[in-house]
């Protein structure tokens, strides 16, 4: 059972590289698409008029961050996470379990769901499968990400299996919830938006017959899309780009596919050779406000000497506000003086970088030369070394 | 002498009130006008395109922090400071003598100029007036302020007297300098504004007789316009009115006035019912980083428990960005998590309000009707009590 207003549909092939649109409650995008993360209900230092002028489509939001802070209570009577952060296109919520796992204090997994203590404030607090379901039916995002749990990397094959069988438990029961929230009234509960989708998640680790049991388990219960979690943890690129490469092999090929937390722009370039559709990552964002910045040409790291008479903008080839106006020597002197408008400027360049490179992406595929674009995209990247 | 490109031409008056037009070598400013001030070439918390979104004409930079970073011969090898920071419009410096007053450690002010110590690494420094003027032949704004001496409040007559005797004596060096190096190579200084206008300050506390004195001593050295000094430093409101009634009756009319650090949006309509053509202040700005917003109906702490589930904009009388697209509640929000758009979209509220108080002022005096203009200001100001 499909949400009523969500679709997906791939318009060309190119390898295992695939172009798509995937419409939401609240609009289209086009994919493969990158997601801003928009932690706590704000892509963090630009405002969303700078953000649809780069050209996103669709941001990410933490059920986690936002259910501590403000509470989903309250944004649900705000009318939900669109209304309440004025953003009107679409919005992707994950589950809060990787969260729990990164940021909360004194974590215990049970059956029941992941029992924590607040990072804000310590207080204690159970998610269930059931609970995030809710949860994101307050917050009334157009994909809502089913509650899983993540290991660490390395992590032994029988605690692997562990919460890769406990995360096909709690996606049925987030599934179940979900139905049951959009067959009719529950207590309690306000559901913000009527069109939401859910997305199930396989889980594995590194260890290949259990992402193949996850992807037949999770796929068997229907969702409106599939995502592969516990990657980027750690573990070897080689490993990860192995296991995308048959994680979307078990994955029907008319859903849309979403890799979860990931990755370098090679990372993106890769994944989507693999029949990836949807991404997110803090990299742009978190490396901006520590001044690491993506150019077509290599990273480089503003806080550099050597760019501090340096005329010329981040990236002679891109068109961001940042490099049409502003030298590498003024943008370095905003991060060394701490000025707010170093973390603006340099968030927008890099989020225009990897828009950029979806845009790039998706063309390719049209035009039957993604492979071209591979190759050269590797090329220009590793031409220059990583000034860090 | 005055600088070619620089010229004041006063359209309009009511009362003492003045509507004009000052034209720099980077372009024409409506007068009255108020200058959001960028420090270090950064307008804290937004960027330049915001910032002529909002419809500033002109901003303000800090000669004290910008020749102690990133200093003022590297802006100078680039071009100078529009170029540097990549604004194109008008820009006014000051002196660094009020940041050696607020900001320094051991300051010691003689005749031959301020030696201080830097508040970033402590190092040890001599700032004089030629110094001051060759600092800003450096960065090269349209228009350059003397070094004055500022005094605290309170501060004895005879203390004041020394002060603004000392100032009228640093006034008359400052504006050699200036003339040496609009006329001819000085060697080390590059001028990189052959246009820059150059304002002389009068000072003298709250003691009439000094400003008058000051005034006469200032206008006599002939400059581009005059600054009033020391004021908003802690006298009452009714005593730096008055002050300002009576230096402005002492300056010239066809020249530009500006009030230096002032100052609330009722300090701006008074100032400018008194005479007053330039402003500039950091309390928009500083404010909206602390959560503190002005309105047409007083101000609002968006901090505080009343404001979390508000679904109404700041002001709904605001065409800002800020206020036709988000809540009270979202921006309580924001600042509350510490998201560095609370800083932006809050910025981009106080500044709106600042710059429309100044729109509304222009029209106002250009239609004769600036009395009617002041009143509804102060009972709109009024009649909601501060929420802080």
């Avoid at 009523?4 to 995937?22: E, I, K, N, Y």
């Avoid at 997601?35 to 405002?47: C, D, F, L, N």
């Amino acid at each position: 059972m499909t949400a009523p207003s969500f679709s997906f549909r791939v318009t060309h092939t190119d390898g295992h590289a695939r172009r798509g649109v995937m419409t939401t409650a609240h609009g289209a995008i086009e994919t493969p698409a990158f997601m801003p993360v928009g932690t706590q209900g704000a892509v963090k230092a630009i405002t969303h008029r700078d953000l649809e002028g780069l050209g996103a489509e669709i941001i990410l939001g933490n059920t986690y961050h936002l259910y501590l802070r403000p509470g989903d209570a309250l944004i649900a009577r705000q009318g939900g996470l669109h209304r309440f952060i004025g953003w009107p296109r679409p919005i992707l919520t994950d589950s809060g379990g990787y969260q729990i796992f990164s940021l909360s204090s004194r974590r215990t997994i049970t059956d029941e769901g992941a029992h924590f203590r607040s990072h804000l404030d310590g207080s204690a607090h159970l998610l269930t499968p059931e609970k995030a379901a809710d949860i994101q039916a307050h917050l009334g995002s157009d994909i809502a990400m089913v509650l899983d749990e993540c290991v660490a990397y390395p992590c032994a094959m029988e605690e692997s299996a562990d919460a890769m069988r406990r995360t096909l438990d709690w996606a049925r029961r987030s599934r179940d919830r979900l139905l049951e929230l959009r067959s009719s009234a529950v207590d309690g509960v306000t559901v913000t938006n009527q069109g939401q989708a859910q997305f199930g998640i396989v889980q594995g680790g590194i260890h290949l017959p259990l992402r193949e049991a996850s992807a037949a388990g999770t796929v068997a219960l229907g969702f409106d899309g599939y995502a592969i979690g516990g990657l980027s943890v750690g573990e070897p690129t080689d490993v990860m780009y192995d296991i995308v490469a048959r994680t979307t092999a078990c994955l029907p090929a008319q859903q849309p596919r979403y890799l979860m937390g990931t990755g370098t722009p090679a990372d993106l370039v890769e994944s989507v050779a693999r029949g990836v559709d949807l991404f997110d990552c803090v990299l742009p964002t978190r490396n901006a406000r520590n001044g690491q910045l993506f150019t077509a040409g290599g990273r480089i790291n503003i806080k550099n000497a050597r760019y501090g008479e340096d005329q010329r903008p981040l990236d002679r080839d891109c068109a961001c506000y940042t490099c049409r106006t502003f030298s590498r020597a003024y943008l370095r002197h905003l991060f060394l003086a701490g000025e707010i408008a170093a973390a603006t400027l340099n968030t927008l360049h890099n989020l225009n970088f990897y828009l950029d490179t979806m845009r790039g992406i998706r063309d390719a595929i049209a035009f039957g030369r993604f492979e071209s674009f591979r190759l050269a995209f590797h090329q220009r990247w590793s031409r220059q070394a990583v000034d860090s």
